[in-house]
């Protein structure tokens, strides 16, 4: 298949149970993810578009691996070894997700494929982007016979550098978006988000969630409840960075979200030290996998990662690869009925 004439190939993952994949070589998309409900039928839970055309501009990354780095970097500059590096500032002057042609527009490499996993490879060249340093990424999608999907992320670059990579992907787990995520209940282990300026910027401070309640996520509650909130209204709902515990280690159930109607249930493991919340509030009006219409927060992205960088570099340490090191972070998503 060619979107935007260039070769892409689709991958379908599966486990024994009867849950698939599906994953493009072009960014890594993930474009359905087809779980059963309390009544055993299959549906897809993630957000994708029907025509396959659809990503070659794809604005709203939905499924798309993002590198180098995720979210927005204020200023769209930063300063390694004394040296600045200017970046593309595709979004009101920051860069915004790898700048023009980050990791989600890459046909990447298929390295390795089995029936339930698939390794694919990427290199990115030194200045690509503005970045410093030729960078060589590898992504494993696992799907495990437990229902889980895990996603690990590795690389390594010659120069120290800036490497933050995620999934965009966009959660619904009514099943093919038969209503939208407000209704579905949510948990988050976090006890602070940091906080952002008029464009989402973060300033270096942190707002603990018990001090504003459309943040605190500690007790499940309905995502829809403080949609409205005046503390979301800058980004026309959530559009977050959660700090989640601060440890390499694997954090168990982070997120906890459930759609009462379909009986589904999906928790997020994750190493990373934080997960950008999305609750898709400027969505893109094209059709989805089975026919409707991408509505405002249709969907919800759970973006496992380190804090963006803000004001001042603030942030920029947790971002920072070096020569010496390799990259590795795991997430892992998994789904089950309550």
Same mark, same amino acid.
């Given at each position: 298949?060619?979107?935007?004439?260039?070769?892409?190939?689709?991958?379908?993952?599966t486990n024994i149970?009867?849950?698939?994949?599906?994953?493009?070589?072009? %960014?890594?998309?993930?474009?359905?993810?087809?779980?059963?409900?309390?009544?055993?039928?299959?549906?897809?839970?993630?957000?994708?578009?029907?025509? /396959?055309? @659809?990503?070659?501009?794809?604005?709203?990354?939905?499924?798309?691996?993002?590198? $180098?780095?995720?979210? $927005?970097?204020?200023?769209?500059?930063?300063?390694?070894?004394?040296?600045?590096?200017?970046?593309?500032?595709?979004?009101?002057?920051?860069? *915004?997700?790898?700048?023009?042609?980050?990791?989600?527009?890459?046909?990447?490499?298929?390295?390795?494929?089995?029936?339930?996993?698939?390794?694919?490879? *990427?290199?990115?060249?030194?200045?690509?982007?503005?970045?410093?340093?030729?960078?060589?990424?590898?992504?494993?999608?696992?799907?495990?016979?437990?229902?889980?999907?895990?996603?690990? /992320?590795?690389?390594?670059?010659?120069?120290?550098?800036?490497?933050?990579?995620?999934?965009?992907?966009?959660?619904?787990?009514?099943?093919?978006?038969?209503?939208?995520?407000?209704?579905?209940?949510?948990?988050?282990? &976090?006890?602070?988000?940091?906080?952002?300026?008029?464009?989402?910027?973060?300033?270096? $401070?942190?707002?603990?969630?018990?001090?504003? &309640?459309?943040?605190?996520?500690?007790?499940?509650?309905?995502?829809?409840?403080?949609?409205?909130?005046?503390?979301?209204?800058?980004?026309?709902?959530?559009?977050?960075?959660?700090?989640?515990?601060?440890?390499?280690?694997? +954090?168990?159930?982070?997120?906890?979200?459930?759609?009462? +109607?379909? %009986? $589904?249930?999906?928790?997020?493991?994750?190493?990373?030290?934080?997960?950008?919340?999305?609750?898709?509030?400027?969505?893109?009006?094209? +059709?989805?996998?089975?026919?409707?219409?991408?509505? +405002?927060?249709?969907?919800?992205?759970?973006?496992?990662?380190?804090?963006?960088i803000g004001k001042?570099?603030?942030?920029?340490?947790?971002?920072?690869?070096? &020569?010496?090191? @390799?990259?590795?972070?795991?997430?892992? /998503?998994?789904? &089950?009925?309550?």
């Amino acid at each position: 298949m060619n979107i935007n004439d260039k070769k892409v190939e689709v991958i379908t993952l599966t486990n024994i149970n009867g849950m698939s994949v599906e994953i493009l070589t072009l %960014g890594g998309i993930i474009r359905k993810i087809m779980v059963a409900d309390k009544h055993g039928n299959f549906e897809n839970v993630v957000l994708g578009y029907e025509d /396959y055309q @659809e990503y070659a501009e794809n604005p709203g990354y939905l499924g798309t691996i993002i590198g $180098r780095t995720s979210g $927005r970097i204020g200023g769209a500059h930063f300063t390694l070894n004394g040296v600045m590096y200017k970046l593309p500032g595709n979004n009101n002057g920051n860069c *915004l997700h790898g700048g023009n042609i980050g990791f989600d527009k890459k046909i990447w490499t298929v390295e390795n494929l089995e029936s339930n996993s698939v390794t694919l490879s *990427l290199v990115s060249e030194d200045g690509e982007e503005g970045f410093p340093g030729t960078v060589h990424v590898s992504v494993i999608y696992t799907l495990s016979d437990d229902n889980s999907l895990s996603i690990t /992320y590795t690389g390594q670059t010659d120069k120290k550098t800036l490497l933050n990579l995620t999934n965009h992907s966009y959660f619904n787990l009514s099943g093919d978006v038969k209503e939208n995520i407000l209704d579905h209940t949510l948990e988050l282990k &976090s006890n602070f988000v940091a906080e952002g300026d008029k464009y989402l910027i973060p300033t270096g $401070r942190l707002i603990d969630v018990s001090e504003v &309640s459309a943040f605190d996520f500690k007790v499940a509650k309905k995502i829809g409840k403080d949609i409205n909130d005046e503390a979301l209204k800058l980004a026309s709902g959530y559009d977050h960075p959660f700090l989640l515990e601060k440890s390499k280690e694997i +954090k168990k159930d982070c997120v906890i979200m459930i759609c009462e +109607k379909s %009986g $589904r249930k999906m928790t997020m493991d994750t190493t990373y030290d934080a997960v950008v919340i999305y609750s898709s509030n400027f969505p893109t009006y094209k +059709k989805l996998v089975g026919g409707k219409i991408f509505e +405002k927060h249709d969907g919800i992205c759970f973006e496992a990662q380190q804090l963006p960088i803000g004001k001042d570099e603030c942030n920029k340490s947790d971002s920072i690869l070096k &020569s010496e090191q @390799e990259y590795n972070n795991t997430t892992i /998503y998994r789904f &089950s009925i309550i």
